[in-house]
T-cell receptor
Framework: DTEVTQTPKHLVMGMTNKKSLKCEQH?????MYWYKQKAKKPPELMFV???????INESVPSRFSPECPNSSLLNLHLHALQPEDSALYLC?????????????FGSGTQLSVL | AQSVTQPDIHITVSEGASLELRCNYS??????LFWYVQSPGQGLQLLLK??????LVQGIKGFEAEFKRSQSSFNLRKPSVHWSDAAEYFC????????????FGKGTLLTVNP
C-alpha cells in the first residue's frame, strides 16, 4: 500500500459548522503533514507531526486544529472557518529519516466555506 | 533563506513538441531539488529529484532535469509532450538535514494543444 488516502474529497461547510478532514496511510511513515493550497498557488505548509507529536505549526489560526491519534491517521478539525479558508487541503507523509525529501501526497480535500 | 523562481507562469506547447520548464533556486549550499506535477484538483506527484551525483536526472513519464550549479538552475525537459502532460508543474527545494520544509516555486501551468 503506497497511498495516502484523504476523506472526504469535497466538503462544503458554513461558517458556524464544525467538520473534520481525515488522512490515512499504511506505509509506516512517521511524519505527517497538512498543506493548504489556494487556486493557482503552491502548497503552503500548515502543520507537521513527527512520531505523533506536533513538530511544526506555521502560525495557523486556531480555527484549524490538527490531531494525530496514531501513526497511521491524521485529522484536521475545522471550526468557525472563514470564506477565505476555501482551498484544497493536502495531506502528505514521509518515512523516518527522509524528512521532507520524499513526500507522498494524498489527492486532497477541496473545501468550500460559505 | 532558500527560494525558488519559476519564471514562466503559463506555457503552451503542441502535442509532440519538446518542452522545457525553467526553475532557478537561491541557496548557499547544494540543495535538494525536486519537480512535482499536479493535475487539477489532485495531489502532487513527484516527477524526479536531484540530491547529488550525476547532474542529469531521469524521472517518471519520460521527464528529465539537469542541475546546473553555475546557473543555479534545475530545468525540466521532455522531448515529446503528450496531451496527458497538461498540468501544473512545481519546482521545489529542500535545504537538507533534519528539515520538514519544502520551498515551492509558484508553479508553471502547461497547456498542450492537439
Amino acid at each position: 500500500d503506497t497511498e495516502v488516502t484523504q476523506t472526504p474529497k469535497h466538503l462544503v461547510m458554513g461558517m458556524t459548522n464544525k467538520k473534520s478532514l481525515k488522512c490515512e496511510q499504511h506505509m509506516g511513515h512517521r511524519a505527517m503533514y497538512w498543506y493548504k493550497q489556494k487556486a493557482k498557488k503552491p502548497p503552503e505548509l500548515m502543520f507537521v507531526y513527527s512520531y505523533e507529536k506536533l513538530s511544526i505549526n506555521e502560525s495557523v489560526p486556531s480555527r484549524f486544529s490538527p490531531e494525530c491519534p496514531n501513526s497511521s491517521l491524521l485529522n484536521l478539525h475545522l471550526h468557525a472557518l472563514q470564506p477565505e479558508d476555501s482551498a484544497l487541503y493536502l495531506c502528505a507523509s514521509s518515512k523516518p529519516g527522509q524528512w521532507a525529501r520524499k513526500l507522498f501526497f494524498g489527492s486532497g480535500t477541496q473545501l468550500s466555506v460559505l | 533563506a532558500q527560494s525558488v523562481t519559476q519564471p514562466d507562469i503559463h506555457i503552451t506547447v503542441s502535442e509532440g513538441a519538446s518542452l522545457e520548464l525553467r526553475c532557478n533556486y537561491s541557496y548557499g549550499a547544494t540543495p535538494y531539488l525536486f519537480w512535482y506535477v499536479q493535475s487539477p484538483g489532485q495531489g502532487l506527484q513527484l516527477l524526479l529529484k536531484y540530491f547529488s551525483g550525476d547532474t542529469l536526472v531521469q524521472g517518471i513519464k519520460g521527464f528529465e532535469a539537469e542541475f546546473k550549479r553555475s546557473q543555479s538552475s534545475f530545468n525540466l525537459r521532455k522531448p515529446s509532450v503528450h496531451w496527458s502532460d497538461a498540468a501544473e508543474y512545481f519546482c521545489a527545494v529542500h535545504s537538507g538535514g533534519s528539515n520538514y520544509k519544502l520551498t515551492f516555486g509558484k508553479g508553471t501551468l502547461l497547456t498542450v494543444n492537439p
